[in-house]
């Protein structure tokens, strides 16, 4: 199973939007609604930012938003602020008891 | 709120074998899936295992499966990961993760543990 395409690094300044995209195949992001994002500060476990596509965890806030189009997922996020500098991972359910994550960006608020 | 605990980390030789535990803590362990994400150092996440909440469905990726175990003991509220014939490639942080909605496919992960490093080296 091949990892998700994530571009490998995105940034914005304070109050600044970015969306950061994640690409797969039919087989995994495009054939199921069941995209995840995950944040990650160095040296932390990760942290669910968005499930199920769009849907956000209570206590999630709502700057943070994500879609999906065709292949491709999507998570935005507005309003930047200095503590969102982070990693960031997709994954898709991707059949047959199989999960794919992505290969990750690295968030920069400049 | 919940919690999760790994141990069971440790320098092991190629070839060698090694079982990793999590422990959970603060929700009905039996109710979830869990699963182990590993992340090798400096690259991204990579799902390792699932087992859901009754211990008989067990799934796992590619790169573990034919090597590796997963199981559960509800009595412990523990998951454990029994990885055999490792490889240099294994060496990785472990995590451990309640998985949501497994069984339909969607299976996010909302707790994580704070891992534990599994080192193969000779």
């Known amino acids: 199973q091949s990892a998700l395409t994530q571009p490998p690094s995105a940034s914005g300044s304070p109050g600044q939007s970015v969306t950061i995209s994640c690409t797969g195949t039919?087989?995994?992001?495009?054939?199921?609604?069941?995209v995840s994002w995950y944040q990650q500060h160095p040296g932390k476990a990760p942290k669910l930012m968005i499930y199920e596509v769009s849907k956000r965890p209570s206590g999630v806030p709502d700057r943070f938003s994500g879609s999906k189009s065709g292949n491709t997922a999507s998570l935005t996020v507005s309003g930047l602020q200095p503590e969102d500098e982070a990693d960031y991972y997709c994954s898709s359910y991707a059949g047959s008891n199989n999960w794919v994550f992505g290969r990750g960006a690295k968030l920069t608020v400049l | 709120e919940a919690q999760l605990v790994e141990s069971g980390g440790d320098l092991v030789q190629p070839g060698g074998s090694l079982r990793l535990s999590c422990e959970g803590s603060?929700?009905?362990?039996?109710?979830?899936?869990m699963s182990w994400v590993r992340q090798a150092p400096g690259k991204g996440l990579e799902w390792v295992a699932n087992?859901?909440?009754?211990?008989?469905?067990?799934y796992y990726g590619d790169s573990v499966r034919g090597r590796s175990t997963i199981s559960r003991d509800e009595a412990k509220n523990s998951i454990y990961l029994q990885m055999n014939s490792l490889r240099t490639e294994d060496t990785a942080v472990y995590y451990c993760?309640?998985?949501?909605?497994?069984?339909?496919?969607?299976?996010?992960?909302?707790?994580w543990g704070q891992g534990i490093l599994v080192t193969v080296s000779s």
């Open positions: 087992i859901n909440g009754d211990g008989r469905q067990k």
């Open positions: 993760a309640r998985g949501r909605f497994c069984a339909s496919g969607s299976c996010y992960w909302d707790y």
């Open positions: 039919s087989s995994d992001v495009g054939g199921y609604d069941y």
């Open positions: 603060g929700f009905t362990f039996s109710n979830y899936w």
